[in-house]
């Protein structure tokens, strides 16, 4: 095990989660899990937005080459500085005494002074712990390779930006100054840096307990290993993360089995504790009854699909606002009527919502339940849509009065079979109720559909890309209506 001992940004981040995760992310690289669809476009918006924050600034330098050669970089930093650059983009320093190393997204030199900013870009909008964390470690570094560090600043999104024409970077971005809380963590930066190190520099890896800390603030990349002996459905499954590690401490296990009788939580855990222990599924008759006896025909099994990017595709629109570009409608007239569907799919590289209602608007009619699983969720951007298209307001608002939240009986529980393992998601309920599932689907989840279009509407995709995506979309978003009649016909059976 060859590698270098010297504690990148990256790593301390990770360090601070858990120690045995740096030391499994340096030596133990193959228990990584290969990185998703829908992980990676996180990735790559991320870096987006990054490339995007440098034309905030006039004038700038970027310090190129290999992010694994610290050394390197850090010597063509040094450089562009003596050549008389006051703006660098990627910036790296070394700490001189414990080695630690680390890039900063924008280092800018003060005017009329020999001091500079740090400026960190992230793409949330607003300042979170982790990212204090983060920025704490670069100034550890590049003050104590002897830059006079004179203000720490967080670039974040602003969220009431709406774009008009080409993408303002002076007006998608802010600064925040966070000059304060970085220096108030030092004394605790160097701390951690000296322990992490260490970690770094064992050949033995650490020993560390599992918990919630494998989740806060990210799932861990190594969680699947680490959690390798804890059951399916288990002590986190019944009780809050934090109050799980207590308990797992005090009966010495991650089995809900051994859940002592004082110990049992009120409320649904409760039943899904039950149901687990005794493999029976749980009916409630009066409750389901009550619930199918609201629906009206024609039943409407409705569903939408939406992006949010940080960067705004459409004119009028603001960062991480939900865009809806498809929905799937399944319609039964009448009980004994097999079911008509129908769809819409923006396939053009063009604000779709407006195409987007006059499609719903005509398909829903004026009559009939409108069936959604999770019904805030197409009620607010039903509303949003409102707001923005006040012409359809009207028709929108008399869509949402129809829905009916199918979530509800399984929220509730008063339907549920023990293998939902806890969870009320219709990716859970259907596979527990019906001999269907979304694993044999291309796209398979609603972040992976989003990530996916997002991509054909920024024209990053080929036609033939283009096609094959449509195609899955459709698959995707189709099979959630069809699984909500399944539901409803599970419900009446019972």
Sequence with gaps: MTISSKLSKSQFLIGLQCPKALWFNTFRKDLKPEVDAATQAGFDAGKEISVLAQSYFFGGVEVTGNFLESAGAEKLTRELIENGHTTLYEAAAIHPTDGSHARIDVLKKVKDSNTWDLIEVKSSTEVKDYHLDDLSLQYHVFSGSGFRINKCYMMLVNNSYSRAGAINPKALFKLEDVSEQIIQKQHEVILKVETLTAVLESKSEPEEEIGARCKDPFECDFKQHCWKDVPNYSIYNVFASKKADMIAKLIDSYEVKNISQDLIPKGLKALDLEAFLTGKIIKDKRNISAFLDQLEYPLHYLDYETIGPAIPVYD?????????????????????????????????????????????????????SIIVYNKSFEASCNERLGDTYPEYSEALREINKRMVDLLIPFKRR????????????????????????????????????????????????????ETSLFHDLSEYCSLDTYAMKLLIDKLCEI
């Design 316 to 368: 009028g629109t603001r960062p991480y606002e939900r865009i809806p570009f498809q929905f799937s409608l399944h319609i039964q007239r009448e009980r004994d009527q097999s079911l008509e569907h129908y769809e819409f799919l923006c396939k053009e590289k063009i604000d779709p919502r407006e195409r987007f209602i006059k499609t719903l608007v005509s398909h829903c009619g004026s009559a009939g």
């Design 414 to 465: 008063w339907l549920y079979n023990p293998i939902q393992n806890g969870s009320a998601s219709i990716k859970a309920v259907l596979p527990a109720f019906s001999t269907l599932s979304y694993k044999e689907l291309e796209i398979s989840g609603g972040e992976e559909a989003s990530s996916k279009y997002l991509a054909f509407a920024e024209g990053k995709l080929s036609t033939e890309s």
